[in-house]
C-alpha cells in the first residue's frame, strides 16, 4: 500500500520544482519541514490556501520549517499561477513565492506518497491529488500526516499549531491538550513517574481529582 506512515523516513526523490530541480533530502537538509499538497493549478481553493503560505512564511521560518507544496501541472503552470496568488494577496504579481512548488504532472509522488482524492477527478477521469500535510523532524521522519479532501480547505492556523506542539513536545516530556495554543498549560506524559516529574518541572506539577482516584491528569506550565 503505497503512502507514509508516522515514523516513516521521507523519500527522497528528485523533482521539478519552481525553484529548480530538488532532491528532497538536501532540500530539507537539518530543519523540520512542511510538505502540502494541492489538487489542481488554478483552483479557487487552493489560491486561497497557497496566498495564506506564502503569508505565513516567516512564522514557519521562524520555526525552522522548510515549506514546499505540490500540485499536478508544469512548472510553467505553477508561475504563472503564483502570479494570481500573489495578486490575490494584494502583492505585485510576480511568478516567485517564499517556497518552491513541486511539478507533479503524471502524478507519481501523488501515487507513491498515497495522495489522492478518489472522489475527485479530472477532465480524463484521472483522480486529483487531495489536501495533504506532511510534517518532518529533521531526522526526516514523519512527524504529522493530515489529509483532506480536495474540497475541503486545510487551516493554517491550525498547522503552525500542530508545528508549536510538535516542537515542544519533541524535546519535552510534555503532551498538549485539547485545543491547547502556545502559552497554555501542557500534560506530564503518562510514562513519567510523579518524582521525576518534580524534579523535571520546577513550576510544578498539578493534578486533577477524578473519580477513578486515578492521577493521570497532570498539568504543568508550558516549560520554556
Ligand atoms: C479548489 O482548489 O478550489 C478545488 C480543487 C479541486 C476540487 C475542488 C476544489
Redesign the pocket.
Known amino acids: 500500500m503505497p503512502g507514509l506512515l508516522l515514523g516513516d523516513e521521507a523519500p527522497d526523490f528528485e523533482a521539478d520544482t519552481t525553484q529548480g530541480r530538488i532532491r528532497f533530502h538536501d532540500f530539507l537538509g537539518d530543519s523540520w519541514g512542511i510538505l502540502f499538497s494541492?489538487?489542481?493549478d488554478f483552483?479557487?481553493?487552493?489560491?486561497t490556501e497557497l496566498g495564506r503560505a506564502a503569508r505565513l512564511a516567516a512564522e514557519f521560518s521562524k520555526r525552522n520549517v522548510k515549506m514546499i507544496a505540490l500540485s499536478i501541472d508544469s512548472v510553467p503552470d505553477h508561475l504563472a499561477w503564483s502570479k494570481d496568488i500573489n495578486a490575490y494577496n494584494g502583492e505585485q504579481p510576480e511568478e516567485t513565492l517564499p517556497f518552491p512548488i513541486i511539478a507533479d504532472k503524471n502524478r507519481e509522488l501523488a501515487v507513491k506518497l498515497g495522495m489522492l482524492d478518489p472522489d475527485?477527478r479530472d477532465k480524463d477521469g484521472m483522480p486529483?491529488t487531495a489536501r495533504v500535510v506532511f510534517v518532518f523532524g529533521p531526522d526526516k521522519k514523519l512527524k504529522l500526516s493530515i489529509l483532506y479532501p480536495?474540497?475541503t480547505g486545510r487551516n493554517f492556523d491550525e498547522i503552525l499549531r500542530v508545528v508549536d506542539s510538535l516542537q515542544l513536545t519533541a524535546y519535552k516530556k510534555v503532551a498538549t491538550p485539547v485545543d491547547w495554543k502556545p502559552g497554555d498549560s501542557v500534560m506530564v506524559v503518562p510514562t513519567l513517574a510523579d518524582e521525576e516529574a518534580k524534579k523535571l518541572f520546577p513550576k510544578g506539577v498539578f493534578t486533577k481529582d477524578l473519580p477513578s482516584g486515578k492521577k493521570y491528569l497532570r498539568y504543568t506550565p508550558q516549560p520554556e
Do not use: D, G, W
Not at 43 to 47: K, L, M, R
Open positions: 494541492h489538487p489542481r483552483t479557487p481553493v487552493c489560491t475527485e486529483l480536495a474540497t
